[in-house]
T-cell receptor, first 115, second 113 residues
Framework: NAGVTQTPKFRVLKTGQSMTLLCAQD?????MYWYRQDPGMGLRLIHY???????AKGEVPDGYNVSRLKKQNFLLGLESAAPSQTSVYFC??????????????FGPGTRLTVL | KNEVEQSPQNLTAQEGEFITINCSYS?????LHWLQQHPGGGIVSLFM???GKKKHGRLIATINIQEKHSSLHITASHPRDSAVYIC???????????????FGQGTILTVHP
């Protein structure tokens, strides 16, 4: 089992460019999450999904879009990158309501710099 | 004010010392998590608590629901314990919370040989 993987690991964008971050999990988890981590701040939830075909806004959704067309994949898109989106992005997954636990499994992170 | 506050923000110890990291929260919760973030960036879950105490190896986590406080203890600390330790809570929700967590800022622990 690879667990949770993220692609790419590093990326540098210019202001206004777009990109998509891919998260994949092989644990058949229902719930998936995208976070950003900034210095001095805790992990903040961008968007989340509770199942294939569903998405919902988290704490800091502005400037991001997501899609979950397949259960194992959760994509995070930046349509027009801004320097304020420079951050480390983490994807996580958890089993869902039926699993009896909300332990989240994290990907290795994507370090994004927007110039 | 953050819903989840950790103290200290930075902690330096000598190998072998007993370490305590504290977490206080201001909302009603269903569960509390302790996570570890390695210097390379990976985040792993250490404990999930809803009451009492849990132990895994040299790590012990306790929670006092009435006082809205949790502690993470490391006995006989080792340089490989150097990491960021993160407290996170699952707040009570009117419906289902979908496992959403609120995170503290993290405590940076450095253990010197």
């Amino acid at each position: 089992n690879a667990g949770v993987t993220q692609t790419p690991k590093f990326r540098v964008l210019k202001t206004g460019q777009s990109m998509t971050l891919l998260c994949a999990q092989d644990m058949n988890h229902e719930y998936m999450y995208w976070y950003r981590q900034d210095p001095g701040m805790g992990l903040r939830l961008i968007h989340y999904s509770v199942g294939e075909g569903t998405t919902a806004k988290g704490e800091v959704p502005d400037g991001y879009n997501v899609s979950r067309l397949k259960k194992q994949n959760f994509l995070l898109g930046l349509e027009s990158a801004a320097p304020s989106q420079t951050s480390v992005y983490f994807c996580a997954s958890s089993g869902g309501a039926w699993s009896g636990t909300d332990t989240q499994y994290f990907g290795p992170g994507t370090r994004l710099t927007v110039l | 004010k953050n819903e989840v506050e950790q103290s200290p923000q930075n902690l330096t110890a000598q190998e072998g010392e007993f370490i305590t990291i504290n977490c206080s929260y201001s909302v009603g919760i269903s569960a509390l998590h302790w996570l570890q973030q390695h210097p390379g960036g990976g985040i792993v879950s250490l404990f999930m608590l809803s009451s009492g105490k849990k132990k895994h190896g040299r790590l012990i986590a306790t929670i006092n629901i009435q006082e809205k406080h949790s502690s993470l203890h490391i006995t006989a600390s080792h340089p490989r314990d150097s990491a960021v330790y993160i407290c996170a809570v699952r707040p009570h929700a009117g419906g289902t919370s979908y496992g959403k967590l609120t995170f503290g800022q993290g405590t940076i622990l450095t253990v010197h040989p």
